[in-house]
Nanobody, 124 residues
Framework: QVQLVESGGGLVQAGDSLRLSCTAS????????LGWFRQAPGKEREFVAG????????DYADSVKGRFTISRDDAKNTVYLQMNSLKPEDTAVYYC?????????????????WGQGAQVTVSS
């Protein structure tokens, strides 16, 4: 079993940066594919970014490509989401997720473990 805990959310202004962290316990993330999803009020949870280990590969939603960067520190059992040039439409609850599958999936069903979510609010 893997427990995931997000941190780093908050209220920022448009154009600001924010970094989310997700730390795992219960099992090492070494072989897991890790992802970030987000859910805005009244909308479906959507894929934001994902990262797999070997060979290393990342994937991003078109809406965040060039602004967000996903990275991982396996020694700290942590995955990060660096968010730059934030926009009001990035406002959502952000969830990290872990999958034992050896590819970066964009579907919610492809991830077995989820964090509780971190609120990110971007004001205009």
């Amino acid at each position: 079993q893997v427990q995931l805990v997000e941190s780093g959310g908050g209220l920022v202004q448009a154009g600001d940066s924010l970094r989310l962290s997700c730390t795992a316990s219960g099992r090492t993330l070494y072989m897991y594919t890790l992802g970030w999803f987000r859910q805005a009020p009244g909308k479906e949870r959507e894929f934001v970014a994902g990262i797999k280990w070997n060979p290393a590969r990342t994937d991003y939603a078109d809406s965040v490509k060039g602004r967000f960067t996903i990275s991982r520190d396996d020694a700290k059992n942590t995955v990060y989401l660096q968010m730059n040039s934030l926009k009001p439409e990035d406002t959502a609850v952000y969830y990290c997720a872990a999958s034992p599958r050896a590819f970066v999936g964009r579907g919610r069903d492809e991830y077995d473990y989820w964090g509780q979510g971190a609120q990110v609010t971007v004001s205009s």
